[in-house]
């Protein structure tokens, strides 16, 4: 991928976050295969029962881009928000919005710390949050992922087995039955 998907990918994923924010809630966890250096689309995780299903749910990320026989992805996630919905510690600072991009030989982990603006809250007791960009940390080569992270990197790259003409559009389907939030760039979307 170049400098400037990149550039693009993180620009989308922070603008998210920050709507998402202002509207009270943290985007779920979106991952963004790549064949060949082109975008294949985005990918949200499914709504979380529980701290078990929350981890099952990122983990699966990765049966689009195994799919699509991705040689890159981009995974994204708030480190709070994971690390709250998967009844894990939360590494890292918080809040932060966490980018990996990953291939075959290995990861490269981004971190967007901010401070959280409240602006207002709803009756229900929801913020309505700003967030304040800090200076992005140095990236981190290997960096440290939590547990379903880490599994949604290692199984993006595990060819699926699906003895069906076309596994990728069956997966898409399977996935959006699912309740994940699947928008496909114009190319795959055939």
């Not at 991928?1 to 998210?16: C, E, P, R, T, Y």
């Not at 709504?47 to 991705?70: K, M, R, V």
Request: charged share 15%; glycine share 8%; proline share 9%.
């Amino acid at each position: 991928m170049d400098g400037q998907i990149w550039d693009a990918l993180v620009d989308s994923v922070k603008n998210a976050c920050t709507a998402g924010l202002e509207q009270g809630a943290v985007p779920r966890p979106v991952i963004m295969p790549l064949v060949g250096g082109e975008l294949v689309g985005m990918v949200w995780a499914r709504p979380f029962t529980t701290s078990e299903d929350a981890l099952t749910g990122i983990a699966q990320l990765s049966n689009i881009a195994a799919a699509a026989g991705a040689d890159e992805i981009v995974l994204a996630w708030e480190t709070a928000d994971v690390a709250a919905a998967c009844d894990l510690p939360a590494v890292g600072p918080a809040p932060c919005l966490n980018l990996v991009r990953a291939g075959r030989d290995g990861h490269v982990l981004h971190r967007f710390p901010y401070t959280e603006n409240v602006v207002a809250r709803g009756p229900d007791g929801t913020a309505s949050v700003v967030p304040d960009w800090l200076p992005a940390l140095a990236p981190q080569p290997g960096g440290d992922l939590v547990a379903p992270v880490q599994a949604a990197v290692t199984y993006s790259f595990i060819p699926l087995e699906l003895d069906h003409p076309n596994p990728f559009g069956v997966t898409v389907v399977l996935m959006e039955e699912d309740g994940y939030k699947v928008r496909l760039a114009e190319t795959f979307a055939h």
